[in-house]
């Protein structure tokens, strides 16, 4: 412990005081005592609170806060915990400087060979050559050089690196502007993490941030612990430790068993209250992770004290108390110290072309450097048969150093170093302007992939409905009731034990508070199904909070909680007499099979048997459900004193019931989802709904969105059809089978978290299709993790979501609007399409500077565009024409198209015929002009001038021209599908028309006042209008392109194909260990540890995994016979795998805001 316990020095005033007074700062706690409670789990943890506090009510005494009350919201006080305990916050890792990302922009091989070329020509050209060159060194000096001339050769080595320096300041600051960016986005995140405390007596939510040591949080289902903490009260709570433990088995926790909840572990199931005793560094997640050097300042004392460390490894660790655990972090550590870098399909296209692309410059520049070192070797030493003198060497050299500055040149024309440029900034700028849309992006390729998906797997509560749920028909004491009745309609039997059953048998967290502008509509906070039923209360002229005072929460006497395998919630109160009342709600044909009872109009019992049953299903809920409702049975029972049952077997318990209610809630869709269903459509995506609702509401709401169209061939089916479709005799999941069901279904209802993830992988995996499909999917639930996880984009909704859920998905929706799904397709493929923009353009320019420089320097022995001049082009092809096409907005057209596809090249047919055909173009005019320019306007012909001779108006002009033909190129490569009108739009997008005359303007500068440096001789107005004219041609030339049908150019190869094939099957196999490895890189990126994701992704991956190793679960089966025994209606059952996942995902009725699994 010695060292560790140090680590958090920081945080006491005096780390003294600790030693010599037994108690800080007043409390009655020391923070080290503390530590070494929250190592404890289960009996001993309990026994250890005996011993030292009497209860956990003594140690909240000792800590100086109530069970009840929480702390008194004292900043003093508040500030003075944080000092003593510490702050609930991990200190990120320190972002890299300015200076380290120069140094990293450094590393580019070209720009260090251009560096040294530089230096070369610098260094050679102050250097003077003993003595006067004599005339045996050849014609290498001739020509009237001035003595201003000679000393000038110093120039082109500065310029080339003043353009390194330039390119290099680019990429730094883009790498920069990019990680602070990213950094903004994670504190973003970090800030709108709330978590419920009592402070004062009320229920507040704080960030995480400010939770202190002594604070009284309450727990419910899907949320992930902020901090360390001991159980004061808790209702059937089960925690998935799995993150700390890696043992996939739900831990049951109670204030009488095992008190211990630990940060970053996930409530999967109940609600409670517990006292928070270890925040930030020193909670479990916190040592762990200051074990992995997140802590930033750890790092360097860890390599000092390596030794004393490793004692140190070995106590951290006995928290883990299982072996499992103890891999698992040394797994984490190695993961943590190799950094991974997660390609998304676009990159992985980008790099591969971009090394094609590089090699063939590379084979290219060396080329031209071995024919220009022969030819001047050839030329000097054999055809005039001069002899190498020594005082010439210098001279020599300096040729062979301008040769290989122009052979780099070649190389660096080549080179798209643009490229990744293009990628980020088009990446970052969609990013920014998504959050506009509502989508916040937490991992940059999701942004791109989306532009690619095929089908969309939505919810339906809060994505598609606008989630504000009320009760519109009722079934009260033998009467349908169409709208809410009047009270005075009813027995007060019936009304009083309705109000009852719906006021106890709810989350206490779930209520209705007044509107907070006049003439609102009144807030519904909590789970949607039970503000409903709350609002039904109200309608009644009656009120929940006086039932509610009367029987607190504490005097519950048991909760079953919500959970997606039970679709109903129990609780059980004590009454006057003695005995026990039951109450209980669900989904209705669930819980309508365990009703023997149902109450008469007269408020008197009578019999209900399974005739009565199916006549109500058909007469009462069927036309409920047609209608879009969701129907929730309402029932209870009673238990003498005498015949108290076992409340663990709840088969037993909740059975026998006497309905008091069925009613149908009403969850309107969103006025604005049909058009958006509509729009994916027209773009070639499938949308599908994946609800836990019943058939009949599902498949209303699915035609009333228009996911399904009347005439249509569709399947609709529930979760039990669906595994019966897909599964073989021994119940295996077979891929044949779900290829059959899945291109058709429209519908899934009653359906369960597994089959959520089972559908969303069998579409994935699928390979029917002529191309693979990508897939994205909605979610809010803890449940949905594994799909949100599996799928290629997943959606989790911002307002209604959980955080495990949010944890999970790749983009946020801060409106939970279906909507927004459609811009984040738009934004997508407007990211593809203007990366392919560039593409187009940047390979043109390549494909001409480097044909230019190669012929040129091979026919006149010195390239037409020299150095800095082409650096110059370099620059503003890449740089420049990345910032103009890379920020053009989308626009709605983008949706009229189907989606590309994995593995659609990024440059089709269209755009290489585009390529060549611009290419050709601009070869015939800059070869013309350099063969036959100087005839053309009459001036000297710059073609073989001598070393350090001044700039020619010839190559000027040829220069000059060429920059013209790329600025109007720029304009024909804004539309890559063979568009006619390329200035459509063009004024929408004022960054590229300020770039565009930004260039121009420069241009200008370097021509006429460039002189020496930029190798230019100022031009005369008619030239310069020359120039202009020959540019212009290019819109001409690209209009007749545009004429010429891409179908008749079959000889045209594509290019930038994805990985192939045979690349992906070893990915596939390595999927397991993959998928936590893929979210462990995904956290890296940005080189973020926001500390509770690891531990969030940890356990979403435990349930991944949990289907893959369903062997090892035979004990957990067993164990879980008690839940699984109420499935006995779901058939299929027979694999572990199932069952476990069913049992292993639960979804509660408190804490699922979504409330998509309460039928």
Not at 63 to 82: H, I, V, Y
Request: charged share 25%.
């Amino acid at each position: 412990m010695g060292d560790m316990a140090n680590s958090s020095i920081e945080f006491h005033p005096k780390p003294q005081q600790q030693r010599e007074a037994p108690h800080a700062g007043g409390f009655g706690c020391t923070l080290a005592e503390l530590r070494a409670l929250m190592e404890l789990r289960g009996a001993e943890a309990l026994q250890k609170v005996q011993e030292a506090y009497g209860d956990v009510s003594g140690l909240c005494r000792r800590l100086k806060t109530s069970p009840t009350e929480g702390l008194a919201n004292n900043a003093n006080d508040l500030e003075k915990r944080r000092q003593i305990y510490g702050q609930n916050f991990i200190p990120p890792k320190q972002p890299k400087t300015f200076l380290q990302l120069v140094w990293e922009a450094l590393q580019d091989v070209t720009l260090i060979i251009l560096e040294v070329a530089a230096i070369v020509s610098l260094g050679l050209s102050f250097y003077a050559p003993p003595g006067e060159e004599s005339e045996a060194c050849g014609n290498v000096s001739a020509g009237a050089e001035d003595e201003g001339e000679a000393e000038a050769g110093w120039i082109e080595g500065a310029a080339i690196l003043l353009s390194v320096t330039c390119v290099v300041l680019v990429t730094a600051f883009n790498d920069w502007s990019k990680e602070r960016q990213f950094r903004g986005l994670q504190s973003r995140i970090e800030q709108e993490q709330r978590f419920s405390v009592i402070r004062d007596g009320q229920l507040l939510q704080v960030p995480v941030a400010a939770l202190v040591v002594g604070d009284i949080a309450q727990v419910k289902y899907g949320d992930l612990l902020p901090a360390d903490g001991v159980l004061i009260q808790g209702n059937d709570l089960k925690i998935d430790e799995s993150s700390l433990t890696g043992e996939s088995d739900h831990v049951r926790k109670s204030a009488d068993k095992d008190p211990m909840l630990l940060s970053g572990t996930h409530v999967m199931e109940g609600s409670g209250r517990m006292v928070v005793t270890a925040v930030g560094v020193n909670s479990q997640t916190g040592i762990i992770f200051t074990l992995l050097g997140a802590g930033g300042e750890e790092e360097e004392k860890k390599d000092k004290k390596a030794k004393k460390q490793d004692g140190a490894v070995a106590m951290e660790m006995q928290p883990l108390k299982s072996a499992e655990g103890g891999e698992m972090e040394e797994r984490e550590k190695k993961k943590a110290s190799v950094p991974k870098k997660e390609k998304s399909v676009l990159q992985g296209k980008l790099t591969k072309l971009a090394v094609q692309i590089g090699k063939a410059g590379l084979v290219m520049s060396a080329i031209t450097v071995i024919i220009l070192v022969l030819y001047f070797v050839i030329e000097t030493f054999v055809v005039d048969g001069r002899v190498w003198l020594a005082e010439c060497t210098p001279v020599y050299v300096q040729y062979f150093v301008k040769f290989f500055i122009i052979g780099v040149t070649v190389l660096v024309v080549a080179v798209p170093e643009g490229l990744p440029l293009a990628v980020t900034i088009s990446l970052a700028y969609s990013v920014k302007k998504m959050m506009r849309d509502n989508n916040l992006v937490r991992h940059l390729d999701a942004c791109e992939t989306m532009g690619n998906a095929t089908a969309i797997c939505s919810d339906k509560t809060g994505t598609l409905t606008t989630n504000r749920m009320t009760v519109v028909q009722s079934y009260l004491g033998d009467t349908h009731y169409k709208e809410v009745p009047a009270p005075s309609t009813l027995t007060p039997k019936i009304l009083d034990l309705l109000v009852h059953a719906i006021s106890i048998n709810s989350a206490y967290t779930t209520k209705i508070l007044p509107p907070e502008k006049e003439g609102g509509l009144p807030r519904q906070v909590g789970n949607k199904t039970e503000c409903a039923l709350l609002g039904f209360v109200l309608d009644l002229k009656r009120d929940f909070q006086p039932v509610r005072e009367q029987i607190p929460e504490d005097k519950l006497y048991k909760v079953y909680t919500f959970n997606s395998v039970r679709k109903s919630m129990s609780t059980v109160i004590r009454m006057p007499d003695g005995g026990f009342r039951l109450f209980s709600k669900g989904a209705s044909e669930i819980l309508l099979k365990k009703c023997s009872n149902i109450i008469n109009s007269f408020g008197e019992l009578r019999g209900f048997r399974p005739r009565d049953r199916d006549d109500m299903v058909k007469k009462i809920i069927e036309p409920m459900a047609c209608d879009g409702l969701r129907t929730i049975c309402i029932a209870y029972r009673d238990f003498s004193a005498a015949q108290e049952p076992d409340w663990d077997n709840e088969n037993e318990v909740v059975g026998n019931l006497t309905c008091i209610a069925v009613v149908g809630i009403e969850d309107p869709v969103r006025p604005e989802v049909p058009e958006a269903i509509r729009k994916c459509q027209r773009a070639g995506i499938t949308v599908r709904m994946v609800t836990g609702d019943n058939i009949n509401t599902a498949r209303a709401i699915a035609a009333k969105c228009g996911i399904i169209q009347p005439g249509e061939d569709f399947l609709c089916l529930e979760g039990k059809e669906f595994n019966r479709r897909i599964r073989n005799e021994k119940g295996e999941i077979e891929q044949e089978r779900l290829d059959k069901v899945w291109p058709k279904l429209r519908v899934l209802a009653r359906s369960s978290p597994t089959d959520k993830h089972t559908l969303v992988k069998g579409i994935i995996d699928s390979s029917t299709g002529e191309q693979r499909q990508v897939v994205a999917v909605t979610g809010d639930g803890t449940n949905d993790g594994p799909a949100l996880k599996k799928a290629d984009v997943g959606f989790a909704m911002g307002i209604a979501g959980t955080d495990v859920a949010k944890e999970a998905s790749d983009i946020i929706l801060t409106d939970d609007n279906f909507s927004s799904i459609v811009k984040a397709v738009m934004w997508g493929r407007n990211v593809y399409d203007s990366i392919s923009k560039f593409l187009q353009f940047q390979l043109t320019v390549n494909v001409v500077a480097v044909i230019v420089a190669f012929t040129g320097a091979c026919i006149t022995q010195d390239s037409p565009l020299k150095a800095v001049q082409m650096l110059w082009v370099n620059l503003i092809m890449d740089t420049f024409a990345s910032l103009a096409l890379a920020t053009e907005p989308p626009t709605e057209a983008l949706l009229l198209r189907k989606p590309y596809g994995r593995d659609k090249p990024l440059i089709s047919r269209t755009m290489m015929k585009n390529i060549l055909g611009h290419a050709v173009y601009q070869l015939t005019i800059i070869f013309t002009l350099l063969f036959v320019g100087e005839l053309f306007f009459d001036i000297d012909s710059g073609r073989n001038a001598p070393l350090h001779s001044p700039p020619s108006e010839h190559y000027t002009i040829i220069f000059n021209t060429f920059v013209m033909m790329q600025l109007f190129n720029e304009i024909n490569a804004r539309k890559i599908h063979g568009e006619r009108n390329v200035f459509h739009g063009i004024f929408s997008n004022p960054i590229f028309c300020t770039i565009v005359l930004g260039t121009f303007a420069i241009q200008i500068v370097i021509v006429q006042f460039g002189g020496k440096p930029f190798s230019c001789s100022p031009l005369s107005t008619e030239q310069w209008l020359w120039c202009l004219f020959v540019g212009v041609g290019e819109l001409v030339w690209g209009q007749v392109i545009a004429t010429i049908p891409t179908s008749q150019l079959k000889c045209l190869k594509e290019a930038g194909h994805g990985p192939g094939k045979d690349e992906m099957t070893d990915e596939e196999l390595a999927e397991g260990e993959e998928e936590i490895d893929h979210a462990e890189r995904e956290l890296r990126r940005g080189q973020i540890l926001w500390f509770r994701g690891l531990n969030r992704i940890q356990t979403q991956m435990e349930v991944v995994s949990t289907f893959k190793r369903s062997a090892s679960f035979q004990g957990a089966v067993r164990r879980r016979s008690s839940v699984l025994s109420q499935l006995h209606d779901v058939t299929n059952l027979s694999t572990p795998t199932h069952v476990i996942l069913s049992a292993a995902n639960p979804t509660s009725a408190a804490g699922n805001p979504g409330g998509e699994s309460i039928p």
